[in-house]
């Protein structure tokens, strides 16, 4: 396949064959020999053919191979002769990422840690076919879809201002569970406020590097060593299912003819079966922003416990890494609403747009890119540029470059442990196996993701933080 | 039949072939290499049965919802899969119906567990129903 060099950082599929537009891809030479090894270039190309794209199909820095759709796939199509995809969000609607910053220092809580993780794996349950503790009825669950993190708020856990600082302040109003399945019900109504297990994690940091001081200070963090929780999670198996059940509706309805994967599946924008995903999939990204205003109320409430206070722990922001969404973008010089599908890619707004909240609306909004188990994890800011760069996209973590198999063949999760110990980063698991599997060495160098958004332009580097606990389903 | 299933490589998911002598034989070891990434079937006590139905409009699609099967059971009835049984795959309409029954233990706490299977994916999906039968399926996990 050719591909063409543009500068450093960017790298070209020219629009060749069926492909309607080019593909892009953001990477460093060092991240792009990973990317070539396996399927994701001819996955971006195979995105580039799909009906009503505009523009490009763009692959951000940490892209590897997804199915149907590559990970770290950006692509937005036209809202009437365009498509909206279950494969271009994913199975985990609305995994993402809440980012919590406190007054505490890391003196404050260092010989606490191990009692404060304790304290959290009793509240928050993690891991493989464990339940959550809230009772729900399916009555209780339709008002969760519909209405989100303000359902939680609402209900005792946590603030108003949790909502402001939550992307689409928690909430997507398209939302309509009438089209989720029976089946992705039952699979919700026991996960509410769980964990799950994989790559998702809840971690107790300290901010290791400020790089710019004056944006750190707008988004809450002033110094080295201060103390930030985040939270990796998404919906569960009520999004898993509601992505399974609607690639199957579409497949019997409209045929796999033609399609050189199977999960590229799709149907238009504005069609019966697209609007039917369309606010399936809202509601499932509800269930996520509640699943995870759930998790941090009972952080807060294991630091009061625990530490006497939560003092301060206030929400940076929250974002969705796997989402489609309409949104206004100037395309030909001008505004026009699209169906951005970002998968395994995070929302990168620059200054001014009104989506942002007002607090942080002259500077641009918040990006939260978690690293892998154990290693650093990145708070940026959007830029103006990435309006015309990505829709205003960039990375979303890691990215693996190691299978699991391969990671449980090379690592074992004790030895992870006592070697994260030697670090000053406490681990508790329900499983080393588990632990093994996400070694940080089966993943790409966020450190270098990051650095490619930065230089580039996707998102600019604000501050680094790194672990000092971290809790893993 | 000595290996009833091989993980591959693949960086981001998991990877598998199941082999069987017949159709049913290479989907009842995919279900196994399905749950093999979160428990050991082998190690679950067989203390209850699911009967499961399904039915595809063709054979991938029929593996696809059978495979979810055994995720949908640990999700909504905290039930782990020992062994299947009595698997039968039957013409039906224009498409395909899956019979079998499901042997396995609903008390999670006995047993070691890990990871987690999100969804059965189509992507490098193939049946081959040469000798023995082999089925490739990638879950996201």
């Known amino acids: 396949m050719e591909l063409r060099q543009v500068t450093d950082l960017i790298w070209e599929i020219p629009k060749q064959g069926e492909m309607k537009v080019p593909a892009t891809i953001y990477a460093s030479s060092g991240l792009l020999q990973s990317v070539k090894k396996d399927l994701t270039l001819q996955q971006a190309r195979n995105v580039a053919c799909l009906p009503g794209i505009q523009r490009m199909s763009y692959v951000m820095p940490d892209g590897h191979q997804g199915y149907g759709f590559p990970i770290g796939g950006v692509a937005a199509f036209d809202m009437e002769e365009g498509i909206i995809s279950p494969g271009g969000v994913g199975y985990d609607i609305n995994c993402g990422v809440r980012l919590l910053r406190t007054d505490f220092m890391e003196q404050d809580i260092i010989s606490r840690r191990k009692e404060l993780l304790v304290e959290i794996f009793k509240e928050v349950p993690a891991g493989v076919g464990k339940g959550g503790i809230t009772k729900l009825s399916r009555g209780v669950l339709k008002d969760i879809l519909t209405r989100g993190a303000e359902w939680a708020v609402e209900n005792g856990y946590g603030t108003g201002e949790d909502l402001l600082m939550t992307e689409e302040g928690g909430r997507m109003l398209d939302a309509d569970p009438a089209h989720i399945s029976e089946r992705a019900l039952e699979r919700g109504l026991p996960q509410l406020g769980t964990l799950g297990a994989g790559n998702h994690f809840l971690e107790i940091q300290k901010v290791s590097h400020i790089y710019d001081r004056d944006l750190a200070r707008v988004f809450g963090l002033s110094e080295v060593g201060q103390i930030a929780v985040m939270i990796h999670c998404g919906s569960r198996g009520l999004g898993h299912q509601v992505a399974t059940d609607y690639i199957e509706l579409m497949e019997n309805k409209l045929g796999t003819k033609g399609l050189p994967d199977r999960e590229l599946i799709n149907a238009p924008v504005l069609s019966e079966l697209g609007r039917q995903y369309y606010r399936s999939m809202c509601a499932a990204v509800n269930y996520a922003f509640a699943n995870r205003q759930l998790i941090a109320h009972w952080v807060r409430d294991v630091f009061a416990k625990v530490m006497g206070s939560d003092r301060g722990m206030r929400q940076i922001y929250d974002v969705c890494h796997n989402v489609a969404k309409f949104e206004k973008h100037v395309i030909n010089g001008e505004p026009r609403e699209v169906c951005v599908h970002r998968k395994g890619a995070t929302r990168s707004f620059g200054p001014g747009r009104p989506e942002i909240p007002e607090a942080y609306r002259a500077k641009g909004q918040p990006v939260l890119i978690p690293g892998s188990m154990g290693t650093a994890s990145y708070l940026l800011v959007g830029t103006e540029e990435a309006e015309e760069l990505s829709f205003s996209s960039t990375a979303h973590g890691a990215g693996r470059v190691m299978s699991r198999h391969e990671a449980l063949r090379r690592f074992r999760g004790e030895q992870i442990r006592d070697e994260l110990l030697k670090k000053g980063i406490e681990l508790q698991s329900t499983s080393w196996k588990g632990v093994a599997e996400e070694a940080s060495g089966a993943y790409k160098d966020v450190d270098e993701v990051v650095r490619v958004s930065h230089e580039v332009g996707l998102g600019c580097m604000v501050a680094r933080v790194v672990p000092v606990g971290v809790m893993k389903g | ?141």
């Open chain 2, 1 to 141: 039949m000595s290996e009833k299933f091989r993980f591959l490589e693949h960086t981001a998911d998991a990877k598998f072939q199941a082999y069987g002598r017949t159709l049913e034989e290479a989907f009842a070891n995919a279900a196994l290499a399905t749950v093999s990434l979160m428990w050991e079937p082998d190690e679950v006590e067989k203390t209850l049965a699911h009967e499961v139905s399904v039915q595809g409009r063709d054979l991938e699609q029929l593996l696809a919802r059978f495979l979810s099967e055994a995720i949908y059971l640990v999700e909504t009835r905290s039930f782990l899969l020992a062994s299947v049984n009595e698997l039968t795959i039957e013409r039906a309409g224009e498409g395909f119906q899956l019979r079998a029954v499901f042997q396995g233990d609903d008390r999670p706490g006995r047993y070691s567990l890990s990871g987690h299977v999100k969804a059965v994916t189509y992507n490098e999906m193939r049946i081959d129903q040469g000798c023995p039968v082999t089925v490739q399926v990638v879950v996201d996990v």
